[in-house]
């Protein structure tokens, strides 16, 4: 029998502070700002920000963004968002609607979603792209060079109501403009038609590396160049990776056992307790729990050749918050926990010991 190596330090409890209550019911995502602060969307559909030394203080983040002074109306609930990774620039979903002076003929035109991004401050907010709601969708996140957004499903038009209202009600398409790749800078768009990412799709943190294809995901693929490394034709059940944790490998499951997937193929089976991992510091530590979520959490490195992890610290009281849909990201300083539970709309920090 292999035994996993797991030398656990008992630490000082940290108190567990709730930093706001509002967390959107259909997205409980959130990200930490250079300066320390966090964005989330609330449960108004509005980015909001919140210090995490001022816990219950949250302030609008969007001060100067209208979409009705570019021609949209009834600006509605912004549904998700995305931190480029230099941590300058944010692209987010909203909804909106024709005005009613392009609603002419029988034909009602429904309103799409409309993506914008804005410096990583609220400022200079400007609209991007069209897309619209389907399926898990829609999805829009940067590429690791922080220039350019690439999603699904992408419109074929530019980003204003009459080009939308045109687009809606076309007789040919000799105007279509392809592309699932947006450059930020200058609105180009490349990539083809984005046949990769369907609907739905699971980026890697820290590569461009995506889980895609069908329900459940099948491929791993390049979400810039589209080329795939894998595809499972086992239609197993099983994502083909269930979590990414290093930039060209994820967690997945296979035979009832927990795996190690890399993007070439390699595969790592865990002789041990499943380990569910909640979130992966700078300094290359993860936040994780062995044998369930219930479990005590635990703070170390984890060598992936054997699941191993010599250095881990217990987290304590942890427990109590931390489920399966769990994400945990840190401060700037490395000092502070971040985190949302799926069970409520509460985030909160715990600093590390």
């Known amino acids: 029998m292999i035994s996993i190596v797991l030398m656990v330090t008992a630490v000082q409890a940290s108190e567990t502070v709730v930093l706001a209550d509002s967390l959107s019911d259909y997205n409980r995502s959130f990200e930490v700002l ?55 620039h944010i692209c987010f979903c909203q909804q909106v609607s024709v005005p009613d002076n392009l609603q002419t003929g029988d034909q009602y035109i429904p309103g799409p979603v409309l993506v914008a991004v804005c410096r990583a401050d609220g400022t200079g907010a400007r609209p991007l792209v069209l897309s619209f709601e389907v399926g898990s969708g829609p999805h829009f996140r940067f590429t690791q060079d922080s220039r350019h957004i690439f999603g699904s499903p992408l419109l074929e038009c530019p980003a204003t109501p ?4 045109s687009f809606v009600t076309r007789d040919n398409d000799n ?6 790749i947006v450059d930020i800078q200058d609105d180009t768009r490349s990539g083809g038609n984005g046949g990769t990412l369907g609907d739905g799709f699971y980026k890697n943190p820290w590569s461009n590396l995506i889980a895609t294809g069908s329900y459940p995901t099948d491929m791993i693929a390049d979400a810039v160049t589209g080329e795939v490394f894998l595809h499972d034709t086992t239609y197993s059940g099983n994502e083909i990776i269930s979590n990414w944790v290093l930039p060209d490998a994820g967690l997945a499951e296979d035979d009832q056992q927990q795996i190690l997937r890399y993007s070439d193929g390699t595969e790592v089976v865990n002789p041990g307790e499943p380990v569910s991992v909640f979130g992966r510091l700078e300094d290359g530590r993860y936040v994780f729990s062995r044998g369930g979520t219930s479990h005590t959490v635990l703070s170390g490195h984890i060598d992936w050749t054997d699941f191993s992890s010599e250095d881990a610290e ?6 109590d918050f931390i489920d399966l849909w ?5 401060t700037p300083d490395g000092k502070t926990l971040i985190f ?3 069970s409520n709309r509460e985030l909160y920090r715990y600093d590390l010991p």
């Open 34 to 88: 250079a300066n320390g602060t966090v964005l989330y969307i609330d449960n108004d559909g509005e980015l909001t920000l919140v210090s995490i030394d001022t816990p219950m203080k949250t302030v609008s983040f969007l001060n100067d963004w209208n979409p009705e002074e570019h021609g949209w109306a009834n600006p509605g609930m912004i549904i998700c968002f995305d931190l480029s990774p230099d941590g300058e």
């Open 162 to 165: 009459e080009d939308f209202a």
């Open 175 to 180: 105007d279509l403009i392809e592309g699932y």
């Open 314 to 319: 217990t987290l304590s009281g942890l427990e």
């Open 326 to 330: 769990t994400r945990v990201a840190a």
């Open 340 to 342: 949302s539970s799926g």
